[in-house]
């Protein structure tokens, strides 16, 4: 098992914490576009929820691989 310092362990985690907050914003605010029919929401809904499933997916992979 490995184990890794606490700095490190921070660097991991951080990385995907900042993309899916991010992600998160950027749907939020497409969210308000699509509500006040303003152009450019179906574009930022699209990124953020890719920004989302990304960090998602990573974050995964670093537990797992973590866990081996």
Known sequence: RKTLSGNNMKKQYS????????GMAITIIGSLF???HWPG???M?????????????????IVFKRIK
């Open 15 to 22: 990385v995907p914490l900042v993309l899916f907050l991010l």
């Open 34 to 36: 699509k509500l006040m």
């Open 41 to 43: 929401a179906n574009i």
């Open 45 to 61: 809904l699209t990124i953020g929820m890719f920004a989302e499933a990304t960090a998602l997916i990573s974050l995964i992979v």
